[in-house]
């Protein structure tokens, strides 16, 4: 199996950034959901909101770290500085007519959903999808409460002015280190090698191969990893990007 790195890149910046390197369409980032049953949405295991759909990407073959069946990620976050505490009970809170009782009534997690925390101030879920979830028709987000908890935030609005929105393609881009480990300050003995100008020819939004944190490398990291920035507008910290691993 050829084992290569992916540039991660929006429709509107495809034609310009790629040149003649090989691409592929590969999903899409924005607000609307892959096609899975909307009851099985992801939600906040504290107090049931619906996350915010960030992007939903396609995976080549040595990607699929979950089986070949399963074909691609769907990314979500909810931000949220008490995701923490114990789940709030609905009968602790204004229930009244409004449809999110409901939905929540009759939300179920989906068979093949993570949900993790950040560590900072948002929750994130990664499903990973089959080939029918990824190709059907995309899902709405279901409604929200009408009363956001204390520590919530719906950042749809900051999304909308600061993230990076369209359809996807993955980018075949010519990286020593695709298939291997991240490693901090590699050394000769390391399969990893430093990229010295790696944000001049490789761009931050990336599946695999060298990692382009400005912090530094992660360390723990598979090979298998995505790595990203406002993609959807899913954020960290502020401005900070996010390694989401597909072998842990």
Avoid at 69 to 83: I, K, R, T
Avoid at 146 to 157: C, F, K, M, N
Avoid at 232 to 247: M, R, V
Wanted: glycine share 8%; hydrophobic share 40%.
């Amino acid at each position: 199996m050829i084992i290569e790195a992916y540039d991660i890149l929006v429709d509107e910046d495809v034609a310009e950034e790629a040149g003649d390197r090989p691409r592929r369409p590969a999903g899409w980032a924005g607000p609307d959901g892959p096609s899975i049953d909307v009851e099985a949405w992801p939600r906040s295991p504290r107090t049931g909101q619906p996350m915010l759909h960030c992007f939903t990407l396609w995976l080549p073959e040595a990607y699929r770290r979950r089986g070949s069946d399963l074909v691609a990620v769907a990314v979500f976050q909810w931000e949220d500085e008490y995701y923490y505490k114990e789940p709030e009970r609905s009968a602790d809170r204004v229930q009244s007519e409004h449809p999110f009782w409901a939905d929540l009534a009759r939300a179920r997690v989906h068979p093949r959903a993570r949900v993790f925390d950040d560590e900072v101030a948002s929750l994130l879920a990664v499903v990973w999808l089959t080939e029918a979830e990824f190709t059907g028709p995309r899902v709405t987000r279901p409604v929200a409460a009408p009363v956001l908890a204390a520590g919530e935030q719906d950042t749809t609005r900051w999304r909308s002015r600061h993230g990076v929105f369209g359809p996807l393609w993955l980018v075949t881009r010519d990286d020593p280190n695709a298939g291997v480990a991240p490693v901090d300050l590699p050394t000769a003995a390391d399969a990893y090698a430093d990229v010295p100008d790696k944000y001049d020819v490789f761009h931050t939004e990336h599946l695999g191969g060298t990692c382009m944190n400005p912090d530094g490398v992660r360390e723990g990291l598979s090979p298998w990893y995505i790595e990203v920035s406002r993609l959807g507008g899913i954020s960290h910290g502020g401005d900070l990007d996010f390694a989401l691993d597909l072998d842990e």
